[in-house]
Structure formats: C-alpha cells, structure tokens
C-alpha cells in the first residue's frame, strides 16, 4: 500500500460497486406521503434552487444534488518538466489494453469512493456519458476587456465549445476561466487600473480606466461587469440551458466589487481555496487589504454574490506519497504556500475536517477535489511538485484517502439531509401480506451503477434521459457504498486483513475450499434434551462474541452521539477477535411521522451492515429505547419514540433530568396501545420494526443478520399487573407475528423488563410465543449501578445470576446471550469482566460489550478503544481478546479458556472449526499477548491447521490474532488450541 507503510492485504469482497434497489410498489398506491419529498421541477438539466433551508444544485429529474467532483481526472495529465516524460501515461500504456478500459475502470473507482462529477481539467469527452461533469472555458483574452476582440473571441469560444453541448443532460455547468488575475497577487503587485491606464492612448481599456484614476475599486466594478456582461451573453446566445458557475476564484483573493459584478450574471459563484500557511495568509492581508479576510470567507462570499457557492478546487498534500510502488516521495516543495502533512492518514483527516464543514454550510452546492493523479517526481511545467493525486503515477490509490472520502461523500447533504429521501406509508397492519415488495421510496440522490435497474439506459439523454430517474432508496435490501450519512475511518487506521473471517478463504488440506454458511441463515437449533443453540446456515454453532455500538441511536439534541462508524470500524472489530455487533436503532430516526420511513436513514443502517459483513461480523438490530424517547430529557441518554409517540405529539413534553410524566404517560399510552392518526401505536413501531429489518437484509437467508431485538430494556411504566403477562409478553407476541409477516427470516430477540434483578427474570420467565427462532437477551450489570457494592461483592454474585438467567431462558425455551454487559473505569473492573467471560463460557452464552467507541463529553466512558482506534489502556481489551470459538461444526458442547489453551467439545457431522487464537499487540503502549493459540490437536492427536491473520494498525500500534481453522471429522471430539507453533 503507498503511502502507509504498513501492508494492507486484500481483502476479498471489498470493492463492490453494485447498488441494490428497492422493490416496486405493488397494487394500490400508498394513502399519504406525509410531509413533501424535497423535489423540485424536472427541466431536464441541471439547475439551482433554495428549499430546506438551503441552496441546491438540481439534477435534470429535479432531484436536489451535491456536486462531489474530482479535477484533472485524464489518462495523459502532467509531464515531468526534467524528464519530459509523462509517468501516468507510461502506467497507463502498460496497464490498460485500451482508453476505454481505462474509463471503465475510473468511473468504478470514482463512483466506489462517492464522487458523482468529474471535474475541470478533465477528459470529460470520455467520462460524459457515464457522469454529470463540469466543463472549464478560456473566455478571457488579450489585456482590453473593453476592446471589440474579446468580445469576438467569447464568442468564438461560445460556438466552438458551448453549442455543442446545449443539450447534455449531464453537463452540470461551465467554469468561464480559472484563477483570473483580479489585482494584486503572485504574478504582479498593484491593481488592474494601473495595467489599463498603460495601455496605448485612445484604446477602449485605457478610455474606461481614465475615468476612475484614484479609484481602483470602481474601475474593478467597471471591468468585472463588463467580462461578465460579454461573456455570459456569449454563452446565452447558444446555450441557454446550463448554470454559469462562475470564473474559480482564489478566496483568499476576492474582492467585493468583483462579487457584486458577477452577482447578475452567474448562477454559482466557483473559488478555489486552498489552505495556505499563516505567514501568506498575514501577507495578503498587509500587501492588499482589499481582499476579503476572517475567520469564512465562504460565507462572506455569499453574502455579497448573493449565489451558492462550490469549491471548485482544493488539495491537501503529505510526505508519505510515492511516485511508484517503491519510489521516492515527492517533494511538495511547490508551491511553498501550502502546508504538508506528515502522513497520509493526517492527510485524511485534513480532508474529512473541511468538507464536513463544507456541508455544514447551507449555501455550498459542491466541491471539487484537485487532482486525480500526483504531479511528476521533478515537477510538472510551473514546478509544482504536490501529492495532490488521490492515485500515484503508478496508479495506485491512496487508499486511507480514498476510504476517507468514499464515507465522508456518504454525509453529503443530498445522500443525507434530503428529507424528500422518504419510503411512502405501508399498507396497514390489517392486511393480511405485507412483505419487503410493499417498501416504496421516494426517488433518492444515489448515483446508481451503471446497468443497475435503477439507473436505465444511459441512451441519447444520458443517465438524465428517459428512464435515467436516480436509484429509489438504493439501500433497501443491502449496503450501498456512498449512500449513507456515515462518516470515513478512524484516524490513522491501517488494515492488514488476509481474508474476510467467515466464508472466505482455504481451510487446512482444502485448498480452495470455503467454510460455508457462516453467519448466514442464522437460526436456533433444537435438540431433544439439549440447550437450544444459535447455528449458521450450514448448521454449525456460532458463539457471538462482541460489541455495542450506539453511533445510529438518536439522543437528546443536547447530548453528545457517539462517533459515526467507518469501515475501519469493523476492520479493528476483527482484529480484536470480535464477530458480533449489536447496533441500536431508533424508531424515532426511522419513523420520524406516522407511516413515513426515513430511507436515508434506512440506508446508513444497511451500510454498518455491509461494512460489517465484509469482515465476517454478525449484526443484531436493535430497537432501542431509554427512557422512552430523546423528547423526554435532557443530557442523558434517552432515546426511541418520535416525538409524535408522545402525549399531544410531545409538544408539550418539556426535557427533565430525571423521570418525567410525560415519559411516564407516553409508556402508559405505548403499552395500552392508544392511536396514532386512527392506528394503534404499537402497529406503528411494528412497522418501523420491519422495515429497518428488511432495510438492513434480514429477509430470505439474512445475510449477516443474526437477529432483530424487539425492544431494548422496556420499561412497565403504565403496565397491567403484572406487567409481562398483561403488556410486555402480549405485545411481543404481536410483534412476532408482524415481523414474520413481514418477511423477516432471522431469530427475533427480546428482553425482560428492565429491572435487572435476577430472581424477578426467573420468576416472570415462561414460553409466550411459538415461534421456535428466538432468543433471549439478557443485560448483566450485577453490581454497577449498585454502588457501594463495588467489584468484591458483585464478582461473587455473578455465579447466581447466570444460573438464574439460564433457568430462565430454559422457560422461555430459547438460548441466551448477554448482550449487554459493561461498566466505566473508575476502579477495576477486570476481575468482574473475566467472571463474565468464564461464565459465558460455561453456560456457552454469546455477549457484547458496552461500549465499542463514544465522543468526549459522556458523562461515563464505557468505550473499549478510542477515537482514533488506539486501545484504552487498562487490559481490558486483552481480556476480551482472549481465545474463544467463533463456530464449530455441529453443536458446541463446551469451552473454556486458559492461560496455556483453549479447549473446545463439539459434536456434530464433520466440518470446519474457526477458533479465535487471542489477541497479540505487537506496537504500542499496551504491547503484549493474551495467549496467542495456534497448535491445533483434536483428541490429544496433532490436527492440521491454519492461520487466517486479522490485524489492525491504528497509528503507532499494531494488533491482531490469528482465526485459526481445522478439520474436524464427524463425531463428539475435543479440539484444543495450544501456544506451540502450527504443525508443518
């Protein structure tokens, strides 16, 4: 991998760009869309609107657009200035057997990393048909604005350039010249007044100039108006159909008058904006204070052009490039204005924090990175030297900044904050089918992929053509690349993954061979006078091992979310040894009106989830709630029910920090079922239930879906007495039947109410439903929030509590997994969370973890690994990463772990065992081992094995462990993992 320096092994299944698309809607059409979609008239090119409380661009079938674009994007860009060699066009001639395989494969990449514009500088002859893309002329000519020549050559320009192109759909617009010389600036000192009063006596410019001697700023309203009055009519004449984007400013070198000028003629107002150094930053200001300066220039620049804004270009450059595999870094000595990071990951993350803020303000309509590919090793033709590429000249890409940018462009505002991004209402619950079909969307902002249903034939009118309407809620049905609100890595996450955990890659003696199954087609096994187990698709036991992560929960406006995923994330999951995630979600971001599913939210969903699966890692979706609903509080955490859920729609509800009543009647009325425009409640949140389900794969075999949770920690606020048997247990019942109905294939969760008490789980406990795919969940917190109980008496008391949770889970007829457990770091808790890791061993009880990351400002800090994905510090990570069973051919009898081995009784058919050998951190602060098992041996005889590396390099540190395989044939056997090295 360039740019890194640690090797990033592939990683089979990466890469992907399909893009799945909804069903259609079948039969009659939904009864209300309530609350508009944000769409707006199809003109069939694009166009300029403010709605929402923004500007947008338009696409040609008036859905709103953000323009994420890349410049320079050629097959033949620079030449080295010493050499005179062109080194891309060398990589180029050697790796593609065409110019069309090259396209082929640029526009794969572009739309994998989330850019849907090919920018200026650009082939954009080769990329139209594929791609809405940006067109920059030269209209500037000569030194007399004034004189009749540059109004001939605008319009030479405009009928030679222009009017071939009136009626692309996918041409966005046309940049009028690049970085024009407006006054003082790096190619001469003083203003344009003084250029136009040398000009020869009688000529236009000077006659113009002499009527503004004293007044430079005048004579730049006076120039400025006259190239923009010239060269738009120019345009107009043969086109009147694209947006005029303005002249690609230099922020840093914006003078009003130049802004008032433009502002009748320009539909966007184009700047390139660079991050400079402070010294050229306080240079400009002292040489030339007619410049706009502070703290946003971009919002400065609106307020005067009164336009949206895009960023036309910008770049941000590291030490750590390569001009080959193995070559030097550039120097980035040119230009010496812009500062260099250390390292590419500083890079990204230089990147990430910008345009973010780019699309925080409400007037920007689309930035443009610059550029596709490096510059030459010795400079191209003015000198510059930069790591600008987010590809080397070798062609290889940047990849910590092409997956920083491909999650970053998930958060875009149209991929987003699009509130038209809607599914219509469902057909109510007295239906008697409803299925994934029934899901109709709204027309998304989702480039779709070429070929893709949703997409249509890019035909005469392009991808905006007949049948070119954007993919409907992509996500439904799977993850999507680029179509989420998540955001890129962690900081500094380097990845050295051999092969995903699950279904790929060899096994011992097997070359080729994959395991299959593996957390597909989860479901419970049955055995008569055995404990039910969870089991895969190929019907081996799967012992879930893993975290929380509560990144998609909707909290309180007040109180700090946690870190949105990357795929990093689950990157670092595995190489901890992880293979489960329980991911929360809201009904309130789900739901957020009556019968209104929120796709884009849909989408985000079902991104964690393909993340996750590329990394073998199952995903339990969770309904959550605390304390009801985020309306109810304030600074806790407090989340489910919208505010529509609540009494008189929850206006009414006024935050508290402690228990309220109106989140005590809001219980009261979820559990009596009252109605919600004329449906009873709880049929909405089944509804929610299902289609987050769905959205997020858990029809058909599942995918990697290993449940849904039907309700987190419920609370019997308002509850018949008693609560399980007059509310909870009735209301699960209906649920189970719902989602079923629904189509959802996977094991359905659920929880006892939320007192923790053990004896009170046991005597509640008994079979409810006879669906024979559920499993019980249970929260282990025995003790923390008991203080002054502490760790000495709550370790004791662990014992009790599993076997109680155990008895229960026997009533209820299911298996158990704890699938929350966790405490803060005020003390040690380590003895507490090995007892936890022992018993689960016993009782062969998946779990996860409370909590994978969470922002600064929690109250608590639960998180196992930091922001940037270091490691905490406190062994508890090494704990968790102690050796345990991922699956086992068959039914698992039993486990256990020591120091020294890991031993594993299984009986079943034969097949494939995946054992997780510990975790090993080679660099770092906590550097060390667990037990890092890799000799295999099945009944005390040497087993054949193999070791499937899983690692992960998040800045300094370095860890990992090795997903050890074996054979193991048919029959009850005992399988132990041991510290010698691998036979063979």
Partial sequence: MTGGGVAALSVSGQGSTATPTAQPRSGSPAPSLLGPPLRFAATGFFHTARAGGRWWLVAPDGSPFYSSGIDHVTSNPDTDRVTGQCPYCQTVAALYPSEASWVTTQVARLRQWGFNTVGA???????????????????????????????????????????????DPNLVGYFLDSELHWGSDWREQGPLLDDYLALPQGSPGRAAAEKYVGNPSGFLFALATRYFQVTTAAIRAVDPNHLILGVKAVAQLTQPELLRAARPYVDVWSVDQYQLTPAVTSLIHSAWPYYLHGPNLLAQTEAIVGKPVMVAEYSFRASGSATSDAGPSLANTWPPTYPTYVTQEARAQAYRAYVQRLYADDFVVGDDWFEYVDEPYNGRFDGEDSNFGVLSVSDVPYSVLTSAMQSVHGQAPDRVADPGRRCLSWTALSEPVRKAADVGCTASTATPTEGSAAAGAPGPGGMWGAGGVLGQCASLGGGTEGASGLEGMGAGGQVGVETPRGPAGPGPADAGVAVQGYMTGMHVVHQSGQAPYLADAAGDSVLLRGVNDNTLVQYPANYPEAPPYSGQDFAEMAALGFNFLRLPVSWSRIMPEPGVIDCGYLSQVARVVHYASEYGIGVLVDMHQDRYSAVTATRVEADGAPGW???????????????????????????????????PMQSWYLDAAAAVALAAGAGNLGGNIVGVELMNEPEPFGGHSPFTAGSLWPFYDRMISGLRSAGVAVPIWFESPVIRSPQE?????RAFSGDPDLVYAYHAYTGVFSDPMGVAASVPALPGVYASVEQAARAFGTPFVVDEYGTAPTRDWNPWIAEQLSLQ???????????????????????????????????????????????????????????????????????????????????????????????????????????????????????GGCLVRVRVPAGRHVITLSTDTLPG
């Fill in 645 to 679: 859920a609540l009494p008189g729609g929850g206006s009414s509800c006024a935050p508290v920090a402690g228990i309220s009543m109106c989140e005590i009647s809001g219980f009261e009325n979820f559990w009596a079922d009252g109605e919600v425009d004329g449906r």
């Fill in 761 to 765: 789980i046991a005597s509640v406990a």
């Fill in 841 to 959: 061993d016993q009782y062969l009880a998946g779990s996860s973890l409370w909590l994978w990351k969470q922002r600064i400002g929690y109250w608590y800090n639960w998180a196992l690994v930091h922001l940037d994905g270091t490691l905490r510090s406190d062994g508890r990570v090494m704990l968790l990463g102690m050796p345990h069973v991922d699956s086992v051919p068959g039914r698992l009898v039993a486990t256990s772990t020591s120091a020294s081995q890991l031993s594993v009784t299984v009986d079943g058919p034969g097949g494939m065992a995946l054992l997780w050998g510990g975790l090993q951190v080679d660099a770092g602060p906590g550097a060390g081992s667990t037990s890092t098992l890799m000799s295999a041996s099945i009944d005390g005889a040497p087993a054949d094995a193999a070791c499937q590396d899983v690692s992960f390099s998040p800045g300094s540190e370095s860890f």
């Fill in 121 to 167: 500088f650009s082939d954009t002859a080769e990329f139209a048909r594929s791609m809405p893309y940006t067109v920059l002329l030269s209209m500037a000519s000569g030194d007399d604005w004034f004189s009749p020549s540059f109004a001939e050559h605008a319009r030479q320009v405009a009928e030679t350039q222009v009017a071939p192109l009136r009626n």
